[in-house]
């Protein structure tokens, strides 16, 4: 079955970094497009930023824009998130997903909490 297993998460000062990895399995990996999105505490969950299968072309949210990188390893089954300079409203879980045509799937989430 699909399983989508993300990592990387924790406690982070402001300014600093992290990579989340997100590995799937049960599906073919490199044939389908992923996203990470983040749910805050009281908020709903949005969409942080998108990648295509080969790579080539990523979207990203307005407001993290010049500070996440997404990207992916067909390779190793695996779609990342690079966060740098990180602020505290930026805490939240963190979850990656797959779109099929008539279905989704999430992770379960990882969470980023920033803080000094």
């Known amino acids: 079955q699909v399983q989508l297993v993300e990592s990387g998460g924790g406690l982070v000062q402001p300014g600093g970094s992290l990579r989340l990895s997100c590995a799937g399995s049960g599906y073919a990996f490199s044939r389908y497009g992923m996203s990470w999105h983040r749910q805050g505490p009281g908020k709903g969950r949005e969409m942080v930023a998108a990648i295509t299968t080969d790579g080539r072309t990523t979207n990203y949210a307005d407001s993290v824009k010049g500070r996440f990188t997404i990207s992916r390893d067909n390779a190793k089954n695996t779609v990342y998130l690079q966060m740098n300079g990180l602020k505290p409203e930026v805490a939240a879980v963190y979850y990656c997903?797959?779109?099929?045509?008539?279905?989704?799937?999430w992770g379960q989430g990882t969470q980023v909490t920033v803080s000094s």
């Open positions: 997903n797959l779109r099929f045509t008539t279905s989704e799937y």
